[in-house]
């Protein structure tokens, strides 16, 4: 199926709402209480999925982000079942870095939900857009961070399919300059319907062009490593600035598949990117799963050595 017939094939799908219709919803009441437990109160993201609102839990009195579900989304069995399913699997990620699943289901009115801790801080495609490359010492401490969440997820089973600047949020905490949290654990496998995916020759494929792993470019089967493909393409531009790739969808997809990526020490020629460092990053960014790290614990071992000061030269 061409990306032509394919977008034919969608278009009997309801349009998602645009952003002042659910700003309209919000300021009018017309969302009201979800599962009779979650009072809205703003809204925080729209996106192709549907929206993430700020939420009272009339139980406990506390804050939650509450993110409501496209009601067509649901409206084939499959799609249920596998929200269901990733949901499920995603609660039970219990790890600092990783945004917890607090509840999910359908309400009385048969609007999916899934309910997440709340997390204040902005964005880390927030802050590069800001700001540019980061600092070396910087881009490990995040990278560090992240690459533990990848295990802990990966060890539940759970493959994020969509890791990228904008679902990863930079807490801060006394404790430590940046604590960083990966949002969206799980949801990206229902993700294929939403404006930021890319649709290939073979089908609709989940993920962000300019994140996307090689496999899921080619629509092929993939794993965790696909979220290693995708950690590199994030460290790349954590150090540099800017994606490996740039250009229009398609070109960006098929350059993912074919090309190499170019050298960030290359790319930011001030930046100080040792040798070992440009290499774990390379090797996150191989074309063949089989070539990147085994997990995300091989890779998080790597990134600690790359953190450790060498020894003194006696």
């Not at 993939?222 to 950690?231: E, G, P, Q, T, V």
Request: aromatic share 4%; with cysteine.
């Amino acid at each position: 199926m061409n990306g032509s017939s394919h977008k034919a094939a969608g278009s009997r799908r309801s349009p998602p709402p645009s952003k002042t219709d659910i700003l309209c919803s919000v300021s009018e009441g017309l969302i009201g209480p979800v599962n009779g437990r979650y009072h809205i109160e703003a809204l925080l993201g729209v996106g192709g999925m549907g929206a993430v609102y700020r939420a009272r839990d009339k139980v406990t009195g506390g804050k939650v982000a509450l993110k409501l579900i496209r009601e067509d989304l649901l409206e084939h069995e499959e799609l249920a079942a596998r929200f269901r399913r990733e949901a499920r699997a995603a609660s039970r990620i219990d790890h600092p870095h990783v945004t917890r699943v607090l509840d999910f289901g359908q309400d009385e009115r048969n609007r999916a939900f899934i309910v997440m801790e709340l997390v204040e801080g902005p964005l880390l495609s927030q802050a590069i857009a800001l700001q540019g490359r980061f600092s070396v010492e910087r881009a490990l401490h995040i990278l560090g961070q992240l690459a533990r969440a990848l295990a802990a997820a990966h060890a539940c089973q759970v493959i994020h399919r969509d890791l990228k600047p904008g679902n990863v949020v930079l807490a801060h905490y006394r404790d430590e300059l940046e604590h960083v949290k990966i949002l969206d654990f799980g949801l990206a496998k229902i993700q294929g319907l939403d404006s930021t995916s890319v649709v290939t020759p073979l089908g609709e494929t989940f993920g962000t062009a300019e994140y996307i792993s090689p496999e899921q470019a080619a629509d092929l089967p993939l794993d965790h490593r696909a979220d290693i493909y995708s950690f590199g393409v994030l460290a790349f531009e954590l150090l540099t600035g800017q994606v490996p790739f740039t250009g229009d969808t398609v070109d960006v997809v098929t350059a993912h598949v074919h090309r190499p990526p170019p050298r960030p020490s290359e790319v930011a020629l001030d930046q100080g990117i040792s040798p070992g460092l440009e290499a774990m990053v390379l090797r996150c960014l191989a074309k063949q799963p089989d070539e990147r790290y085994a997990s995300a614990d091989d890779l998080a071992r790597v990134i600690d050595d790359l953190c450790t000061p060498p020894a003194p030269q006696r």
